[in-house]
């Protein structure tokens, strides 16, 4: 061969290797770094038949299964769930069709894929070989989520929902809902079996599916008030600081009146003036309205409402994100007035209220909730611990010392007294009208026990009646986390 020949063959030679390289480095991509998207692709047609072929990690809590799978034939698995109803705001479900829950959050970690349970990460990747799944470690108290969800289940009330919160911590100890479902319905493997359940649940109209106590919201009543109180103590308020109350209160430009609750005749909401922890005691709606609507006013009441968590989706666990409870930005002071007495267009989950009680149980710091514990590998090896990670800072340590003062004294001669005497300190009761309907949602906020307060508790109950009526829910919840 001649030169010219030579160096053509050459540069072929170059141009193959090229291509072979890049070839390879393309293969080495999708199969080792795009694989996990390729497997989730919805155009992957796959992806649903081929994940139930996979033995999916087990949640657990307090080292009970929550949730496990089980093999049903030769090759495929079918998740199982333990007092599935009273469980499934935490574990979710996993179906033919989708997955929420933790089955969501940790969906990865329970199948195998994710990377930290890859001995050797790129060379699984290339290779395409199967890890098999961890074990999720939930933070919830087992039995007093068992408590939680047969306490608003017995109340016999339309909606209900409880969240407990470790204050210092923000890990989520109970979150119970009612009405509920259970997971092991839905989690069939024969589609026409699950469709038909899902129709079902979803055409019921109470929305079983839906976690009441992080998915709805609801006009938390006069619990709202420690948040407009709270922003009174930023504003250079004291608990002792005279505050406006009496019999009835008129917003500027308001066409109606807003008037203190009836059985609060002759007491001291009748007064002119009272200090502001017995306004907080007895929820005199006349002073919240007043500071809503004028002093401090509706900017500092919704910047106080932004720390504690207001206007934000509070995410507890990758992905997992609760609705946003809000508070009115307005101009108007008769909107700001309804609002800050809990009604109006003020809303708010009930892990959101278990948040306002947290924050001021930890000296004013919110602690942003987390539901998961720890991630294990199938041998048992930690992979992740969740550490506690700081939200924001609502008050300062000594207003959030007068907080827990204010919510004592409810306990102790206001609102709350019926719960002198039970697990719970210090707390806040709240009754909402809902327009149009024959019940109330009735709230209690709180925290306990007694000796060396820890857990911040909100419960929401729809029925006719008060907030102090969900106050033995609470009370109950905290016992069984302090027994």
């Known amino acids: 061969m001649g030169p010219g020949t030579d160096r053509a063959l050459a540069r072929t030679w170059v141009v193959t290797l090229v291509l072979i390289v890049a070839l390879m480095a393309n293969i080495t991509y999708v199969q080792g770094f795009q694989a996990q998207e ?5 155009l992957n047609a796959r992806r649903l038949d081929d994940r139930f072929k996979i033995d999916r990690g087990p949640i657990v809590a307090d ?3 929550l949730a496990w799978s089980e093999k049903i034939d030769g090759e495929r698995y079918r998740r199982r769930y333990e007092d599935g109803p009273v469980f499934a705001p935490v574990t979710g479900y996993f179906s033919v069709f989708s997955q929420t829950g933790l089955e969501e959050a940790a969906n990865h970690f329970l199948d195998g894929t994710d990377d930290r349970l890859a001995t050797s990460n790129l060379i699984d990747k290339i290779l395409g070989e199967h890890v098999p799944g961890g074990t999720v470690e939930a933070t919830v108290d087992v039995e007093a989520q068992r408590v939680a969800y047969r306490a608003l289940k017995d109340a016999g009330v339309r909606r209900a929902a409880a ?5 210092d911590t923000g890990a989520i100890l109970v979150m119970a809902s009612t009405p509920a479902y259970d997971p092991n319905e839905v989690s069939t493997l024969d589609r026409e079996e699950a469709e038909a359940a899902f129709q079902r649940l979803n055409a019921q109209r109470l929305k079983p599916l839906l976690n009441k106590a992080t998915g709805e919201l609801f006009p938390p009543g006069s619990t709202f008030k420690t948040v407009v109180a709270a922003a009174a103590l930023e504003a250079g308020a004291s608990k002792d600081t005279g505050v406006r109350a009496g019999r009835s209160y008129k917003p500027p430009g308001a066409g109606q009146a807003i008037n203190n609750d ?5 007491g001291a909401c009748d007064l002119r003036r009272i200090p502001l922890i017995e306004a907080y005691a007895q929820s005199c709606n006349t002073t919240f309205a ?5 002093e401090p006013g509706n900017d500092a009441v919704h910047e106080e409402a932004a720390e504690f968590g207001f206007g934000d989706r509070i995410e507890y666990a990758d992905g997992l994100l609760s609705a946003a409870s809000s508070f009115p930005r307005t101009d108007q002071p008769a909107l700001s007035a309804l609002g800050s007495i809990g009604q109006g267009s003020t809303v708010a989950t009930p892990l959101q209220m278990a948040m306002v009680a947290a924050g001021i149980l930890n000296d004013g710091v919110i602690m942003r909730p987390h539901l998961i514990d720890r991630l294990r590998a199938p041998g048992g090896r930690t992979v992740d611990d969740i550490s506690p ?5 609502a008050l300062t340590s000594e207003q959030a010392r007068q907080m827990r003062d204010m919510m004592e004294a409810v306990v102790e001669r206001g609102t709350g007294k019926s719960l002198k005497g039970t697990s719970i300190l210090g707390g806040k009761t709240g009754t909402a009208d809902v327009t149009g309907a024959p019940y109330n949602d009735r709230w209690f906020i709180g925290f306990g026990p007694r000796e060396d307060p820890e857990y911040a508790v909100a419960v929401m109950t729809e029925a006719p009646g008060y907030g102090i009526e969900s106050g033995p829910i609470a009370a109950e919840i905290v016992g069984a986390l302090a027994a």
Request: hydrophobic residues 40%.
């Open 389 to 393: 990670g700081r939200m924001s800072r």
């Open 163 to 167: 969240v407990v919160l470790d204050a």
């Open 63 to 65: 080292g009970e299964r």
């Open 38 to 42: 390729l497997r989730d692709s919805a």
């Open 290 to 294: 007043y500071m809503g609507a004028e």
């Open 262 to 266: 009836a059985g609060d005749i002759g």
